[in-house]
């Protein structure tokens, strides 16, 4: 997360790249963790490259099945070693049922 010296108004937020590094750590130890994971990345400000101070995360996880309805999901997914602010979003054998253009 953003860091706050002393008492001071300025935050250092953390780079594209250590964002990008973190993300793909963080990928790494969920796919050990979760056997109904196919898929994980990113979307979004970061994704595009355009990201800056305040901008947050987009991940999507393309997962082969849940017993975890769908609105309590993200809840299960620990986000915080993340170094920004992070929303993780769920698709359900989308890369077998949609049509890619």
Do not use: C, H
């Not at 963790?33 to 196919?38: H, K, S």
């Amino acid at each position: 997360m953003p860091v706050r010296y002393s008492s001071s108004q300025v935050l250092k937020w953390p780079s594209r790249l250590a964002v990008e590094e973190s993300v793909r750590r963080w990928a790494l130890a969920e796919r050990g963790r979760r056997p109904e994971l196919l898929r994980l990345g990113y979307f979004g400000s970061y994704a595009r490259g355009d990201a800056g101070v305040g901008s947050d995360l987009d991940i999507v996880a393309v997962i082969r099945e849940s017993e975890t309805p769908f609105e309590r999901r993200a809840i299960a997914w620990d986000l915080n070693p993340l170094p920004v602010p992070a929303e993780i979003l769920f698709a359900r054998m989308l890369e077998q049922e949609a049509v890619w253009l």
